[in-house]
């Protein structure tokens, strides 16, 4: 049986949860909680996302994620595969620390990205765990209200711009900005949110965000279902990408984040362990930060030309990565489409 789709288009919204395996905690202490956000920092880098909230509990986390590019499911996979080696690591455990694959659900963001966010930080609210979200030290609440700085993957200007309609000038804008985001999450604390909103399991969003979404998406779902996955991809050249490259390391890395090749298949390839792998791929964004940003930018900017004709007619183009989430006005579903390079993936 074919496992479920993954919808990825570039901008997209997601809300992004995982739970323990039977839902045991998958965090024994605040170091496995340290552990986890710097890991989250490293995809966020490496896979060129943002995040506008998140909540580490228990047994399970939230991620509220904006994705540059349609490569959720290898930044899932990062995180996900990372920590439970980490964990497992340290606390001299095997198996599986996650019960399953991550949970994503696509976001309206106009209609439902700030009662998303306000949901996510509420959770050790409802959870009876403090009176207050901001007495919890693990969720984005205390750095989206101006109490703490966030950390560099935290859009906080994000979410400010898209609570206001518009960019932030001044210190009163953010301190305008910061006082609204409060008083929304005072009064969203009674608020069924989540069984009000969510729909067929995998949006948030109305009916015609729905039709949207699938008139792009089925075409290509039929040809994820007939066709292998490991037939859907042209095989990366690893030896001419080797050569190519100034050294193995930049070469591992384009590898694993350009080609979109697995650290294993790249291991197998090269008679490497998966491990050695990931420490040369870490080795070289750590020691070459400015040309990996500059070689995100260069894709991100070769995938835009193919949509930047396509933006929605009488609206600004998508928020991009280090701009706001901008409030749109209602528009028909005949005028409303999504990028032309929406498709599903099976993860």
């Excluded at 700085?149 to 200007?157: K, N, R, Y």
């Amino acid at each position: 049986m074919a496992r479920a789709l993954r919808i990825e288009f570039p901008d997209a919204v997601y809300h992004v949860t995982s739970r323990g395996d039977r839902r045991e905690a998958i965090f024994v202490d605040d170091d496995d909680r340290r552990r986890l956000l710097a890991i989250v920092n490293q995809a966020m880098n490496r896979f060129d996302a943002v995040a506008m909230a998140y909540c580490l509990m228990g047994n399970h986390y939230h991620f509220v994620l904006q994705t540059r590019r349609a490569n959720l499911s290898r930044l899932m996979r990062h995180v996900n595969a990372k920590f439970s080696q980490t964990f497992n690591a340290r606390h001299g455990l095997v198996g599986h620390l996650f019960q399953s694959r991550y949970k994503a659900i696509l976001v309206d963001r106009d209609a439902y990205l700030m009662g998303l966010c306000r949901y996510v930080e509420l959770n050790p609210v409802r959870a009876g765990l403090v009176a207050s979200p901001a007495d919890w030290p693990w969720s984005s609440y205390r750095a989206n209200v101006g109490l703490d700085a966030g950390p560099p993957w935290l859009h906080t200007q994000g979410l400010h711009g898209h609570l206001l309609g518009r960019d932030l000038h001044t210190d009163d804008d953010l301190r305008h900005a910061q006082t609204l985001y409060q008083r929304l999450v005072r009064e969203g604390r009674d608020d069924d949110f989540w069984r009000r909103s969510l729909r067929q399991d995998i949006y948030l969003g109305d009916q015609d965000f729905i039709t949207r979404v699938q008139v792009q998406v089925e075409p290509a779902r039929a040809r994820c279902i007939e066709v292998p996955s490991e037939q859907r991809r042209k095989p990366l050249g690893v030896g001419q990408c080797l050569a190519a490259c100034a050294s193995r390391d930049e070469a591992l890395w384009r590898m694993h984040v350009e080609g979109g090749m697995r650290m294993s298949q790249i291991a197998t390839a090269l008679d490497l362990s998966v491990s050695w792998v990931s420490r040369l791929i870490a080795r070289f964004e750590h020691d070459h930060a400015p040309d990996v940003a500059g070689a995100r930018s260069m894709v991100g900017a070769l995938e835009d030309g193919g949509r930047k004709q396509e933006a929605r007619p009488g609206t600004e183009q998508e928020a991009r990565r280090g701009t706001v989430f901008r409030k749109t006005k209602v528009r028909s579903a005949a005028t409303r489409e999504l990028p032309t390079a929406t498709r599903p993936v099976a993860d």
